[in-house]
Structures are given as structure tokens and as C-alpha cells.
Nanobody, 122 residues
Framework: QVELVESGGGLVQAGGSLRLSCTFSGRTFSNYPMGWFRQAPGKEREFVAAISWSGGSTYYADSVKGRFTISRDNAKNTVLLQMNSLKPGETAGYYC???????????????WGQGTRVTVSS
């Protein structure tokens, strides 16, 4: 069974940066495209970024393009989300997820982590 564990969340001022990390275990990591999603209180979980199994293709929500970067290290079973120029409205729980076919649709993901909290203060 796949297990995903996120880390790196915390409190940051608007305009600041955070780097989230997600560690994958239980299966062969390089077989799985990965995604990051976020969920603010009272809102639906929304797509943030995704990356192909090789790392050669990446996808971003329009709202984060140019500020967030997703990457992966298949030797370390890790996917990262570098977040720059954070905005107060981006306060949310951030979740990594694994899928067998890369997609921006949260319904297409088979495995989810427990999330890490990001709070952006104004």
C-alpha cells in the first residue's frame, strides 16, 4: 500500500517562500505521476501542480504559474513543491497525491497524504 507523508508547512508572511516535501513509500515511486492539491477552510480541494513519472512534464494551476515549482527525485522517493511569493489567500492544507496517469483532476488520484498546513499572514 502506498503511503505519502508531507512536510514543510508552516507560517510565512505574504511574499515569502516555503518548500513542501512529500515522501512516498510502499510501491515503486517512479511508476507514479504525482500531484499537489490544496484545501482552504470551507472550500473544495483544488489542483495546484502535477508532474509526470519522469519529471519531464509539469502542470500548474493558472493561479500559481510562475511562482510555484514542482519537482521530483526518483532516487529519494520524494516530490517537492517550491512556493514563492505566497499570498494570504493561499492559506490551506496542502496535500500530495499519487496517480497512475497524470491528471489535474483530483478524482484521478489513488493515494493521498494527510496534508501539511500552510498559513500565509498579511
Amino acid at each position: 500500500q502506498v503511503e505519502l507523508v508531507e512536510s514543510g508547512g508552516g507560517l510565512v508572511q505574504a511574499g515569502g517562500s516555503l518548500r513542501l516535501s512529500c515522501t512516498f513509500s510502499g510501491r515503486t515511486f517512479s511508476n507514479y505521476p504525482m500531484g499537489w492539491f490544496r484545501q482552504a477552510p470551507g472550500k473544495e480541494r483544488e489542483f495546484v501542480a502535477a508532474i509526470s513519472w519522469s519529471g519531464g512534464s509539469t502542470y500548474y494551476a493558472d493561479s500559481v504559474k510562475g511562482r510555484f515549482t514542482i519537482s521530483r527525485d526518483n532516487a529519494k522517493n520524494t516530490v517537492l513543491l517550491q512556493m514563492n511569493s505566497l499570498k494570504p489567500g493561499e492559506t490551506a492544507g496542502y496535500y500530495c497525491a499519487a496517480t497512475r496517469s497524470v491528471t489535474t483532476n483530483r478524482g484521478g488520484y489513488d493515494y493521498w497524504g494527510q496534508g501539511t498546513r500552510v498559513t500565509v499572514s498579511s
